[in-house]
């Protein structure tokens, strides 16, 4: 089989070495300049960046192991070559030029992805699913058929499930091994393409078991998120294309009213927001263009999550999801978290896979409704059904044995001692809500040395109720910088050594001379504590209590409506406040400096 490979390149004319073509650990004289030449060579085929999540996901599988060369090469077919070059050079594995690829002898060679250049390799070939399965229909690029975005029939091919996919030019299967999850796939594919049937290899979802391994760390990725107690995490998730909940192809762009309303709606302290976007997204129109388009409701709070490391850790710590048709709701839901659907198109879905029984009957979105009620019931009336679950994977926990097993019977060599893992998910760096939008606050006395603080990031008015008072809160660092003139309070986030600063002291006392209107300007020194300035002058300082962790910003506004309502700080002085943000209550310490 590599022999016709190499015949194929010598019939191109690239027979000798091309542009950018190496010399080591493969080439020609490979064997003069490798420090360990006999290695079996294992071959990664990135087509893109989401094809190259599955393919980290397996990586694993091959460590610690002194005979297996890895190597790394992209087809070029795919639309979305961004972002490849800096993923591989992240990896350090090293990369072959495709045309050089195919024309290399290697012991395997595992896709995620499929691809007209795929056909051109003709050594042993797996290939794994990128996604929960194998659900969307897409036409191959040397057809007719619409691809995704434009009208489809049930004409379509099932991508990575149909002779269009699966089959070269003379009706033989391309792929050695056809790794599935589920039983059900298998079926699908026997009906579909039973030319292929023989190569399917049930061996579960390696993304799937990652994800049921780090759930027991759920409260640490909320932690990371900066998820309060009491606090819920909600979850914008867009796949890829026009239809989705991204894109603006189906006449109904729900996009740029959801995004300010969001922020608009749901108190800031009560609800923390984050977006996990598909990777063709974020490479398709560029990292810096989306965050230039959501730029408001990042600054007014909004996480954008990492696409290839932070999304599953998103997820597990998510209480509701906002979604669409793509597989990371489906992984939502098999997770059992409520899942409310921004977009749900069938027509690019395969109708005999699971996704779209659950795309067609789970909850819907209504724009035109109030969103924070929509949300609120979904989590009171959500009872998680055991069907996502049961078909991401028939053998869940088991894709590491079942993977690396069936690798190295493709090369041809004993598995390494010892069991097979995956790698756990990490501990993302501690990403806590930056507002830097103005914040308009309100506040009520429910008892005795307590006060109810509700922030909003707007832009929208915020929905004031009776007797509450208001004030705006805005960060120094605003771009809205206008509205410092008219703030009432003014706070900002430090270290309380930082010497730009000079102290909390000094930057308090200069922040009250510099804007005759603020009342109070708060440095905000921790997670847990602020130092504060009153107009008359009075230096206090509030450290959370006991079981307090919401924004210190929160407590300075608290002092604020305290003092704005007449009362004198030296009532809390070794009594401190109770402040509350929706249900939750935070013991506040207020001491004089």
């Not at 929960?132 to 040397?142: E, F, V």
């Not at 759930?215 to 890829?240: H, M």
Request: glycine share 8%.
């Amino acid at each position: 089989m590599v022999a016709r490979s190499h015949e194929r390149v010598r019939e191109a004319g690239e027979g000798v070495a091309g542009a950018g073509w190496i010399r080591v650990p493969v080439g020609d004289d490979a064997a003069r300049w490798a420090t360990r030449g006999r290695t079996r060579k294992v071959l990664l085929i990135v087509h893109n960046v989401t094809a190259a999540t599955r393919l980290l996901d397996v990586l694993p599988l091959f460590h610690d192991d002194l005979r297996v060369q890895l190597l790394a090469t992209c087809p070029g077919s795919s639309a979305f070559r961004a972002g490849i070059a800096e993923l591989l050079a992240d990896t350090g594995v090293p990369v072959v030029p495709w045309e050089q690829a195919i024309g290399t002898p290697v012991a395997l060679a595992v896709s995620a992805s499929f691809g007209g250049q795929l056909r051109a390799f003709s050594g042993v070939l797996a290939v794994l699913s990128h996604g929960a399965g194998y659900t969307k229909r897409l036409a191959t690029p040397d057809t007719r058929h619409p691809t995704v975005g434009e009208r489809r029939t049930r004409s379509d091919p099932v991508f990575g499930l149909s002779p269009e996919w699966l089959l070269d030019e003379t009706g033989k299967p391309i792929v050695d091994a056809l790794v599935l999850s589920h039983p059900e796939q298998y079926e699908r594919l026997r009906t579909a393409c039973p030319e292929a049937a023989p190569a399917a290899v049930l061996a579960g979802d390696p993304c799937w078991d990652r994800l049921l391994a780090a759930r027991p760390f759920r409260e640490r990725y909320r932690r990371a998120l900066g998820v309060g107690r009491g606090q819920r995490l909600l979850v914008l998730n867009s796949t890829w294309n026009p239809e989705s909940l991204f894109g603006d192809g189906d006449g109904d762009d729900v996009l740029p009213s959801l995004l300010p309303r969001l922020t608009s709606e749901f108190p800031a302290d009560e609800y923390r927001l984050a977006a996990v976007l598909h990777p063709n997204i974020w490479h398709g129109h560029g990292p810096g263009q989306l965050r230039a388009w959501l730029d408001r409701a990042r600054r007014a709070g909004l996480a954008l999550i990492d696409p290839l490391e932070g999304w599953r850790q998103a997820l597990i710590a998510a209480d509701a999801v906002i979604g669409d048709h793509g597989s990371v709701t489906y992984y939502a839901a098999a997770l059992g978290t409520p899942v409310l659907l921004g977009a749900a198109p069938l027509a690019g879905l395969a109708p005999e896979a699971p996704v779209h029984a659950f795309v067609r009957t789970a909850p819907r979105l209504d724009p035109s409704l109030p969103l924070r009620p929509q949300i609120e019931q979904l989590l009171t009336r959500h009872r998680p059904s055991p069907e996502p679950a049961d078909f991401v994977s028939s053998v869940p926990g088991e894709a590491a044995t079942r993977l690396r097993h069936l690798f190295y019977d493709l090369i041809g060599i004993p598995e390494p001692d010892g069991p097979a893992r995956l790698e756990p998910l990490l501990l993302p760096l501690y990403e806590p809500a930056a507002h830097s939008v103005p914040l308009s606050v309100l506040t009520r006395f429910p008892g005795s040395r307590e006060v109810a603080v509700t922030r909003y990031a707007g832009p929208h008015p915020a929905p004031y109720a009776t007797g509450e008072a208001a004030h705006t809160a805005v960060n120094e660092d605003t771009r809205e910088v206008d509205r410092l003139a008219i703030a009432d309070v003014v706070f900002r986030y430090g270290s309380a050594d930082d010497p730009r600063f000079g102290s909390p002291a000094d930057w308090t006392a200069e922040v009250l001379d510099r804007h005759p209107h603020c009342a109070l300007a708060a440095y905000v020194t921790g997670p847990r504590a602020c130092v504060v300035r009153t107009r008359a002058g009075t230096l206090l300082r509030l450290v959370a209590g006991p079981g307090a962790d919401a924004d210190p910003a929160v407590y300075a506004s608290a002092l604020h409506a305290w003092l704005g309502a007449g009362k004198a700080p030296q009532e809390v002085f070794g009594r401190g406040l109770v402040v509350r943000t929706g249900a939750t209550a935070h013991p506040v310490d207020i001491s004089r400096m």
